[in-house]
């Protein structure tokens, strides 16, 4: 059974980081190519970044050069840092594979910026 745990999000101010985690099981997870993506309230889910098995990244305009996702294979973990949040970063955020999510998603992990 495919799964994602979610983890590290929280409460932030404007300006401010975090690093969210995502743990996989369930599938070989070192050929996919990895993706974040948000939610936010009201709103569809969005792709933001993605990277592939060799560690090659992509990002959505709005997050270039403030979020940097990267994996630990050995580990079937998937991270994000992000840098200098801004209040509409504020979402839940999940990870799953980048061309496949029919295996479905996790709980998300949410992320409030706001002072």
């Known amino acids: 059974q495919v799964q994602f745990v979610e983890s590290g999000g929280g409460l932030v101010q404007p300006g401010g980081s975090l690093r969210l985690s995502c743990a996989a099981s369930g599938i070989a997870f070192n050929i996919y190519i990895m993706a974040w993506y948000r939610q936010a309230p009201g709103k569809q889910r969005e792709l933001v970044a993605t990277i ?6 992509n990002y959505v305009e709005s997050v270039e050069r403030r979020f940097f996702i990267s994996r630990d294979n050995t ?3 998937l991270y994000l840092q992000m840098i ?10 999940y990870c799953n594979r980048a061309l ?6 996790g709980q998300g992990t949410q992320v409030t ?3």
């Not at 592939?52 to 990244?57: A, D, E, N, P």
């Not at 496949?100 to 998603?105: A, E, L, P, V």
């Open 100 to 105: 496949d999510t029919s295996n479905g998603w």
């Open 52 to 57: 592939t098995s060799s560690g090659r990244t």
């Open 113 to 115: 910026v706001s002072s």
């Open 84 to 93: 200098n949040l801004k209040p509409e970063d504020t979402a839940t955020y």
């Open 75 to 77: 580990k079937a973990t």
